[in-house]
């Protein structure tokens, strides 16, 4: 071709003057254009990086093979080879990252399952997701050995991460353990942080991921700065949470799930997931954040709460969580959910308002720790502080307590509540008495902006048990009606204080002996 175009430009006859520069520009840039397609090579869709400790067939596959130290620049490179939609598949093996890696927009970083592949990062190595459309499938990450960094404050903003930190959207995670040392926050961290990403956060999905005896939070939510601070619609399927701080806590606050820190959450889909053994609650929102359109669905909470209990707690007192579901208001849906052996709480709910329980069963809450609880453990511990618009408030249909540690069932400042067939048997009670709807005003640490007993409310409900004095006591009710069936030989097995003064029906609850076969 290069021969052709010196022989062309060489032949006088074949030039006209007023048209030269024209013709031979074109010439040049079709000649070009061609030599360009003819030396072009397909950029890959796929490469592959080899751990240092892998098998020797796959680093004979490898593009690019480690030698088991900076691994995250092998890595690294390799990602930043990719057009958008490639893939970097990592070999079986361990990759020692002493820094971070940032997937580009578009790619996918996937290894040979949890079990194969295993990304250690230290030195405050991180996979940070900031760029948008990242997928992850089938790797183990750890963090370990994080240090403060900071010279100017004694908040080190470097350690209040995550050993994956998702700042942008789209983002997909399949298949991936984690763990971590106490040196840094999460191991799962959404953040959205406007100085890594301004837009809102949305669209994250987990599916097959597990955070197992890490010394930090399992999953989290967190927001920095004052704008975008909603995260939407995230969506959890299938994802574990195992003894989260239980060995070891990054802070006294740690939990096995974390939606709402700083936050605001809208959006949140959590199926078939669980939470067990957690230093605090299993599954938890903070207070302030706003939650909407918030749905767990066939999640278990197990055996969490294993932090102390001060002795001076008083109900409602935010010091300790202890829960297996801790709800402290917004619209937040649990549906077939299961709490059981929670030390303090199996649920807690706070200023309800619009909130639905539906199917939820409890059971052992607070068996396990009743020695060294200053205060009753509770199944079911229904509260209200602030004023609400929802009515109704909480509508609780088809739950179960069954053998509480203390009460079934305690629920304190509370109006428009709606329980329908809601099943107690068997609570161990406290000082002789198995569940409380309604309690005198000030019972509260907080202060209640309405009064502390229930009113406006129906409430349907069965029990049984015995060894107690009381199996049901009601007081300070207004506007209360009562249905359902009380079996047992307790002396006073439904003790109601002022009801026919205060305008409590309890014409429809039924108060049959425990050797009753009706």
Same mark, same amino acid.
């Given at each position: 071709?290069?021969? =052709?175009?010196?022989?062309?430009? +060489? ?5 006209? +003057? ?39 067939? /796959?680093?004979?596959?490898?593009? =690019? ?41 578009? !790619? ?28 992850? #499938? ?14 100017? !404050?004694?908040? #080190? ?7 994956? %930190? ?12 984690? %763990? ?14 406007? @100085? ?26 967190? +927001?920095?700065?004052?704008? @975008?601070?909603?995260?939407? &619609? ?13 060995? *070891? ?7 096995? $799930? ?23 609650? *299993?599954?938890?929102?903070?207070? &302030? ?29 935010? /010091?300790? $969580?202890?829960? *297996? ?19 303090? $709480? ?46 109704? /408030? ?15 069932? $305690?629920?304190?400042?509370?109006? @428009? ?14 000082? *002789? ?23 406006? /409310? !129906? ?45 409590? #029906? ?13």
């Amino acid at each position: 071709m290069i021969t =052709y175009l010196h022989a062309w430009l +060489a032949e006088p006859a074949r030039i006209h +003057a007023a048209g030269k520069c024209r013709s031979i520009s074109l010439l040049i840039g079709i000649t070009l254009s061609l030599l360009l397609v003819q030396g072009a090579v397909a950029v890959p869709t796929i490469l592959y990086v080899a751990a240092s400790d892998g098998n020797p067939a /796959s680093k004979a596959q490898a593009n =690019y093979t480690c030698d088991g130290f900076d691994d995250q620049v092998e890595i690294q490179m390799a990602l930043s080879a990719l057009p958008d939609g490639g893939k970097v598949v990592l070999s079986d093996g361990t990759f020692n990252c002493s820094g971070s890696i940032a997937p580009t927009a578009g !790619t996918t970083l996937s290894g040979q399952g949890p079990d194969a592949t295993i990304i250690l990062f230290s030195q405050n190595g991180r996979l940070n997701l900031s760029q948008v459309r990242v997928t992850l #499938d089938g790797f183990r990450i750890e963090g370990t050995g994080y240090k403060n960094l900071s010279t100017e !404050t004694t908040l #080190d903003l470097s350690q209040w991460l995550g050993v994956l %930190t998702i700042y942008a959207s789209h983002a997909r995670i399949y298949n991936v353990t984690g %763990t971590a040392d106490s040196s840094i926050q999460a191991v799962f961290l959404l953040l959205h942080d406007p @100085n890594v990403y301004a837009p809102p956060l949305e669209d994250i999905e987990f599916v097959n991921c597990r955070a197992v005896d890490p010394e930090t939070y399992g999953f989290l939510h967190n +927001a920095w700065g004052t704008e @975008n601070t909603t995260i939407r &619609d995230v969506r959890y399927e299938s994802c574990q949470a195992i003894n989260c701080g239980r060995n *070891g806590a990054f802070n006294p606050w740690v939990t096995g $799930f974390d939606f709402a820190e700083l936050n605001n959450i809208e959006g949140l889909w959590v199926s078939n997931c669980s939470a067990e053994g957690s230093l605090e609650s *299993g599954f938890h929102f903070e207070w &302030d954040p706003v939650k909407r359109d918030c749905v767990l669905i066939n999640c278990s909470s197990r055996n969490n709460g294993n932090k102390p209990c001060p002795e001076t707690y008083r109900i409602g007192d935010p /010091s300790i $969580f202890g829960s *297996g579901f801790y709800l402290p208001g917004g619209q937040v849906s649990l549906i077939n959910c299961h709490a059981e052996g929670n030390s303090m $709480f199996g649920y807690f709910i706070v200023n309800p308002n619009g909130m639905l329980l539906y199917n939820c069963t409890e059971s052992s809450t607070g068996r396990t720790r009743i020695a060294d609880l200053p205060v009753a453990p509770i199944s079911y511990c229904i509260l209200q502080s602030m004023p609400i618009s929802e009515n109704p /408030s909480l509508v609780m249909e088809h739950c179960k307590s069954a053998d509480s540690g203390g009460w079934g069932i $305690f629920v304190c400042g509370t109006e @428009n509540a709606l329980i329908r067939n809601f099943t107690m048997t068997n609570p161990a009670g406290v000082d *002789g008495i198995g569940s409380i709807l309604g309690c005198p005003s000030g019972t509260l640490l907080v202060n209640s902006t309405i009064d502390a007993g229930v009113s406006n /409310s !129906t409430i349907d409900l069965s029990a049984s048990g015995g060894g107690l004095e009381t199996l049901l006591y009601i007081a300070n009710n207004r506007n209360v009606t009562y249905s359902g069936r009380i079996v047992s030989d307790a002396a006073h097995p439904v003790l109601a204080e002022d009801d026919g003064a205060l305008g409590v #029906d309890l014409s429809r609850l039924e108060v049959l002996p425990a050797n009753s076969t009706e």
